[in-house]
């Protein structure tokens, strides 16, 4: 019996071995400051070759800044040095080796930047010692009790386009094959597409082509230093889940066309994190209709996200055409060997390193 969820897929020249692939999960475990600021330690190597061992179809590292201010907690990864490059040279290396596609998400974190550790809390880290001073689109706070971010002049945009541009060339390097944008979860490209953080009067605010603007600069930009034969793929929030002045699904559909157009192989579907008094229908697969709809409506490949926990249900989501992979979040934390596990389930086989294979 055919298995879609542990069927190779293909986009560009690249073939993924499955389609149980691992979403970006921060692990905030790098240094703050000094010379290994932003790079990755042996906790990160270690997180990631298990998952790699486990059998994930791919893994995309974890939110990696582009620049320093970027960062959303002072110990996330960050991709503006050398450092950093070779720090997570060592990381792409070994998936690869273990039949894992190494994957990267680039970001910056706009107004939600220099914010505390989750087991900390998330509150704002104040200017002075790690903390620095957030930007975004315009002057409005992420939250009560968050800053009023910088808003961002156009030549800074253009600077941090530029910076997306280098630390997808650093990805590169590093011997990454996939590389993912940023765009979701109230971050500063989400902030730039959504009008209830984008309170803009020039070219990038106001009307959806301005407030997409950022978003396809950013995408050309990478897509120009990306090689051709490799995918580009974007996260964004299908909605912001707001009754008033948000981001919406629709919006969703007609960007993920533009993004099509602009060279983005793939667009990973999630939901959520702008702010403001957003009700939110937790449950079990509760995202995977936006996905299903994008692809539905543009013909652009997807991944879905979102409490997706167990075997039968990530491949009826493949098998029914609603998604072309999954991507596992908390549950791949709980579990870093469920590929191998919904293998077993399934009927299915699924790479696993020769000192595990006696096992399977």
């Not at 680039?106 to 989750?118: D, E, F, L, Q, V």
Request: charge should be negative; hydrophobic fraction near 40%; glycine fraction near 12%.
């Amino acid at each position: 019996m055919s298995v879609a969820l542990f069927e190779p897929y293909t986009l560009r020249s690249l073939t993924f071995p499955n389609r149980v692939w691992m979403a970006p999960m921060c692990q905030y475990s790098a240094e703050a400051t000094g010379p290994d600021a932003g790079v990755a330690r042996d906790w990160h190597f270690a997180h990631y070759a298990a998952r790699a061992t486990g059998g994930a179809g791919l893994i995309l590292v974890e939110a990696t800044a582009v620049a320093p201010e970027g960062r959303i907690s002072p110990a996330d990864l960050g991709l503006w040095n050398d450092a950093q490059t070779e720090g997570l040279r060592r990381i792409a290396g070994f998936l690869k080796e273990h039949g894992t596609v190494p994957g990267l998400q680039i970001g910056h974190a706009g107004r939600k930047a220099s914010t505390n550790r989750p087991w900390e809390g998330r509150g704002p880290v104040a200017p002075g010692g790690d903390g620095w001073q957030p930007v975004g689109p315009s002057p409005v706070p992420f939250d009560e009790g968050h800053p009023v971010p910088t808003e961002l002049t156009a030549e800074r945009i253009r600077e941090i386009t530029g910076q997306f541009a280098d630390a997808a060339r650093r990805a590169l390097e590093a011997g990454f094959e996939v590389i993912e944008v940023h765009g979701a979860h109230g971050y500063l490209i989400g902030e730039f597409l959504s009008p209830h953080s984008n309170r803009r009067t020039d070219a990038y605010g106001g009307s959806f082509e301005n407030r997409t603007r950022f978003a396809l600069e950013v995408v050309d930009a990478v897509r120009a230093v990306w090689p051709e034969d490799l995918p580009v793929f974007f996260r964004i929030s299908a909605t912001d889940w707001l009754e008033e002045q948000g981001w919406t699904p629709d919006e969703t559909v007609r960007f993920a066309a533009l993004l099509r157009e602009h060279g983005v192989d793939l667009l990973d579907v999630s939901s959520g994190g702008n702010g403001g008094p957003a009700r939110i229908p937790v449950g079990p697969g509760y995202q995977v209709p936006f996905a299903a709809r994008v692809r539905a409506e543009t013909g652009l490949p997807v991944a879905a996200v979102g409490l997706i926990t167990e075997s039968g249900q990530a491949e009826k989501i493949v098998a029914n055409g609603e998604a072309d992979a999954v991507l596992l979040g908390r549950e791949l934390l709980r579990d870093a060997s469920w590929p191998r596990r919904a293998a077993r389930e399934l009927g299915a086989e699924v790479h696993a390193p020769s000192q595990y294979a006696w096992a399977i």
